[in-house]
């Protein structure tokens, strides 16, 4: 017989988060444990305001899944199907659905990438974040957090600050940038705008997902014009990769807190890979519980965005190091 249970983490960062719609000092997230007898699994919930997810959502639906789920599941596909005939933050459903995974992986002595028939690699090159911040404290933030250890970097961005931003930090490094604006401009011909100030744009490596979700029409006309290669984010949630993201973007990025579970996730890559495009696995800022979990599927993945944890002050789960910018299994020396 199962039994579930969540409970909530609050963790502080090493620095103020701000991104274009937010800015935060800590992060609370959730951990899902399912136990049966001995063996326990656990799953984090890193939920986020942007889909509309908050702390009292996440508990409200928690006790809806706990009330309603059966004592007993046969299998992954089985807790799969019924969380689909729930109403739950696809955060939530990744907690759960991968809680449930890691108890099976330890109940039957297999990898989670054996049960999701996937692969994995030893260590990913991943990028650190730099929130946005005034610019003359740049430099220091760059020489304090060590960055000039990472091989790319990815720049957080609002309209109003961005060429300025990127700027000073091309002037202060020599690696690649990615590009985040977070929806924070109004059409393609602003972002064109703002790509067209730059005199050599071979260092942006991406421009991470310039538009609101809802700008369909501006996307289309942006990725007609655009000199740069272009990753969707905010637009890739829980749905299939079809025609929709080939015809806007040239890339996906792929996080299991959006797509609700790793069978999606898994699902989504693929999709992408077949209709060509590059992908991505992202995250939310996140334990190493939750960052570990992408790591699970990260065989075949083109770029990696996965430095949640490295954002906190403290990691209480410690499931994954970073070297170099290099994230791997701690267990892997």
Not at 56 to 73: T, V
Not at 139 to 155: A, G, Q, T, Y
Not at 287 to 306: C, E, M, Q, R, Y
Request: proline letters at 2%.
């Amino acid at each position: 017989m199962f039994s579930w249970s969540i409970k909530e983490l609050e963790l502080p960062l090493k620095f103020t988060w701000n991104i274009s719609r937010n800015s935060s000092d800590i992060k609370r997230n959730f951990i899902v444990t399912v136990r049966n007898g001995s063996i326990q699994g656990s799953g984090e919930v890193a939920f986020n305001v942007r889909y509309g997810e908050n702390r009292d959502l996440i508990l409200e639906k928690f006790e809806e899944f706990k009330n309603a789920a059966p004592l007993d599941f046969n299998g992954v596909e089985n807790v799969v199907a019924f969380l689909d005939t729930m109403d739950l933050p696809q955060s939530l459903k990744f907690g759960i659905e991968s809680s449930f995974v890691h108890y099976v992986s330890i109940l039957s002595d297999k990898t989670v990438s054996q049960l999701m028939a996937t692969s994995t690699v030893s260590s990913v090159k991943t990028s650190f974040s730099i929130p946005i911040m005034e610019t003359d404290k740049v430099e220091n933030f760059i020489i304090s957090n060590n960055l000039d250890r990472f091989s790319v970097l990815k720049v957080k961005v609002n309209q109003q600050n961005a060429f300025e931003f990127c700027k000073e930090i091309l002037k202060l490094t020599k690696v690649p940038l990615r590009i985040d604006a977070n929806e924070s401009f109004d059409s393609a011909l602003e972002v064109m705008k703002f790509l067209d100030r730059f005199s050599d744009l071979s260092r942006i490596e991406f421009l991470e997902q310039p538009l609101s979700s809802t700008l369909h029409e501006e996307a289309l006309k942006l990725k007609k014009l655009s000199p740069v290669f272009l990753m969707a984010d905010e637009s890739v949630t829980k749905e299939d990769i079809n025609n929709y993201f080939v015809e806007r973007f040239d890339g996906v990025n792929i996080k299991l807190m959006k797509s609700g579970g790793y069978l999606k996730a898994v699902k989504q890559l693929r999709q992408a890979k077949i209709l060509g495009l590059k992908t991505m696995l992202g995250c939310m800022i996140e334990t190493s519980l939750g960052i570990s979990s992408a790591l699970n599927i990260s065989g075949g993945v083109d770029f990696f965005d996965l430095d949640g944890s490295l954002l906190l002050k403290e990691d209480p789960y410690k499931l994954v190091s970073e070297e170099n910018g290099k994230i791997f299994f701690s267990y892997i020396q």
